[in-house]
């Protein structure tokens, strides 16, 4: 009989047939993002991607009602990366518990991020993925603007007379800003992930719905933020790995070629520089124009 090797987290939790593999799934006691090896195998693969090539459960024997049997397998046609599509930690938050599915997803996303997006659920619901980028960009960015606060505060303690009337001001500017940022992070969500989804339709790459468009700006986003948090250079790393999570996850979320998701992530950067450059340009041609007047 074939049997699975199971682990979670770097531990070895036993070896299990394929049937009690199956049946693991179905009650949660295993997770699609467990990790698994067999005979045959040269390295460990994600447990739903294993199984999405096992052939499906036989037919119940006469008598066994459809609520005992077990549930077939994925099917093993078509691409891999639908059949493969168990969800990230975070989409399993309610048997890992919250804290853990979060930062296993971070984890997952920053470091593996073509293995993330393939397991990624294309369709299923908004607040989701929402709430995951809603956790990530509030301590990003509530973290790096106290650090840039705090950096500015040591600036005004130089001029003691000017220090308790600029703190306050500070202070209130600051407490309000922070009550924003939710705000600010749930409206960029959707209005990054509306201009995506519009430039992907522009390249020919949109086969999925904005969902799956939203779903990848949310995973991305929510684990980027927590980088801002590096001093200095934060933003910085923060933006690009942003750029290169958002291409790899478009192109396995919509099952589409990298190219023409670096062509849809890169399209309104090409729109704002060219924009750019044709207001100096006019900007310029005014000045050129005026002194030449005078």
Request: aromatic share 8%; net charge negative; with cysteine.
């Amino acid at each position: 009989m074939a049997t699975i090797h199971v682990a979670r987290d770097g531990a070895n939790i036993g070896t299990f047939s394929v049937e009690e593999v199956r049946e693991g799934l179905r009650t949660g006691r295993f997770l699609p993002t467990d990790m698994a090896w067999e005979a045959g195998m040269a390295d460990w693969r994600p447990l739903s991607q294993v199984m999405a090539g096992k052939p499906a459960a036989a037919a119940p024997a006469p008598g066994v009602t459809e609520t005992n049997a077990l549930p077939a397998a994925p099917s093993s046609t078509g691409s891999d990366a639908v059949a493969a599509r168990g969800g990230l930690p975070w989409e399993h938050r309610e048997q890992l518990g919250i804290f853990k599915a979060y930062f296993d997803t971070v984890v997952l996303v920053l470091t593996k991020p073509a293995e993330a997006f393939a397991l990624m659920k294309t369709e299923g619901d908004l607040m989701g993925p929402m709430l995951f980028a809603l956790i990530g960009g509030c301590a990003g960015m509530i973290v790096s603007f106290l650090f840039q606060l705090a950096l500015q505060s040591a600036g005004f303690m130089a001029d003691r007379q000017t220090a308790a009337f600029g703190m306050g001001v500070v202070g209130i500017w600051a407490v309000g800003y922070i009550l924003l940022i939710p705000v600010i992070v749930i409206v960029g969500m959707f209005i990054g992930s509306g201009i995506l989804h519009l430039c992907l339709m522009i390249v020919g790459g949109a086969r999925k719905p904005f969902e799956t468009t939203f779903r990848v700006v949310c995973f991305a986003s929510g684990s980027t933020y927590l980088l801002s948090m590096i001093p200095v250079c934060g933003g910085l790393i923060t933006v690009v790995w942003n750029i290169v999570l958002e291409c790899i996850g478009l192109a396995r979320a919509h099952e589409i070629d990298t190219g023409k998701a670096v062509m849809a992530v890169l399209l309104p950067v090409v729109v704002c520089c060219v924009g750019a450059i044709l207001l100096g340009i006019l900007g310029g041609a005014s000045l050129l124009t005026l002194f030449s007047n005078h």
